[in-house]
């Protein structure tokens, strides 16, 4: 027991140095986040946004760009929370291949994955909310957190998924930033005229985009919201594992066994090695002669 503990620890102490290695994530995170946050909240008009809350079925009309300013935050912590598992995936997938094939335990390595998935998630969504709340007053910070925790899960683990199935750094970070950009995009009431479509409850972030806007704008607590947010993360968490699993499997080819010498092989025997004379047996011979 005392050993899966300490293999679990070293790969979750590896993992998190190589995040703290990203420094651009670091500066992402301490200037995109509130940034991306104020930004949306100053330039956006205050003017108030009638839209019918699924979570809750209540009628509502918040100010405009406090309601980008959520959606400004969840692009925030979704696209930092996937960037920083893509890269730490790609960058450390030669290193878990190898690891993988020396016989260190698959478990442990995808168990510290996902602890630092959670440990990244919750510090960017707590930051993310303080600076909303420094911004703004939501009714229910906590639930804020909460959804933009469950959002940034989902996301980190889309990015594990990616940097373990892609080749090349730039697609994942295409994929990455198009998939949180069209996400998003159309659930917000203010850019997109369809946020009220069916079809937007199946899009990744919609449990937390929904939870969010309850934190922001009514008493309620949705916790079916939440759920649906961490099924999201289930799936995601899947094809990570599955692409994970791919991506560290053992790429050498089996070793063939020699074939049995006799008449029939192919192979070609070949003369054993002459040896020297010994010093006794090269006197004999001189007596003889």
């Given at each position: 027991?005392r ?5 679990f ?5 590896f993992?998190l140095?190589?995040?703290g290695?990203n420094?651009?994530a ?7 986040v509130p ?10 008009p205050d ?12 009628a509502?009309?918040?100010p ?7 959606s400004?935050?969840l692009?925030?912590?979704?696209l ?12 450390g997938?030669?290193?878990?291949r190898r ?8 478990a ?6 996902v602890?630092?998935l959670?440990l990244?998630?919750?510090?960017v969504?707590a ?9 703004w007053?939501?009714?229910q ?8 925790f ?10 594990v998924?990616f ?10 970070m295409?994929?990455?930033?198009m998939?949180?950009?069209i996400d ?6 203010i850019?997109?005229?369809g ?6 409850r ?7 985009m929904?939870?969010?806007?309850a934190a ?10 939440l759920?649906?947010?961490?099924t999201?993360?289930?799936?995601a968490a899947?094809?990570a594992?599955l ?9 050498l080819?089996?070793?063939?066994p ?9 192979t ?5 090695p002459r040896q020297?004379?010994t010093?006794?047996a ?6 003889t002669?």
């Amino acid at each position: 027991m005392r050993s899966r503990l300490t293999r679990f620890a070293v790969a979750t102490r590896f993992t998190l140095i190589e995040h703290g290695r990203n420094r651009f994530a670091m500066i992402l995170v301490i200037l995109f986040v509130p940034v991306w946050t104020t930004l949306a909240y100053v330039a956006m008009p205050d003017t108030p946004a009638r839209i019918r809350l699924r979570a809750t079925g209540e009628a509502l009309a918040p100010p405009g760009n406090e309601l980008t300013s959520i959606s400004g935050a969840l692009n925030a912590v979704t696209l930092i929370t996937g960037f920083m598992m893509f890269a730490a995936t790609f960058s450390g997938s030669g290193f878990d291949r190898r690891l993988a094939m020396a016989g260190y335990p698959r478990a442990h390595l995808v168990l510290a994955k996902v602890t630092a998935l959670a440990l990244v998630s919750a510090a960017v969504a707590a930051y993310a909310t303080a600076v909303a709340c420094l911004v703004w007053t939501p009714r229910q910070p906590l639930l804020l957190a909460a959804a933009l925790f469950c959002a940034g899960l989902t996301y980190g683990a889309l990015g594990v998924g990616f940097g373990s199935l892609l080749r090349r750094e730039v697609e994942g970070m295409f994929a990455i930033v198009m998939t949180s950009i069209i996400d998003l995009a159309l659930q917000n009431p203010i850019t997109s005229s369809g946020a009220d479509n069916p079809l937007m409850r199946y899009l990744p972030s919609y449990g937390a985009m929904q939870a969010s806007t309850a934190a922001g704008f009514s008493a309620s607590p949705v916790p079916g919201h939440l759920a649906i947010q961490l099924t999201w993360f289930a799936g995601a968490a899947l094809l990570a594992l599955l692409g994970f699993r791919g991506s560290t499997r053992n790429c050498l080819p089996p070793a063939t066994p020699a074939p049995p010498p006799g008449p029939q092989s192919s192979t070609v025997g070949l003369p054993a090695p002459r040896q020297a004379t010994t010093p006794s047996a090269a006197a004999s011979d001189a007596e003889t002669h």
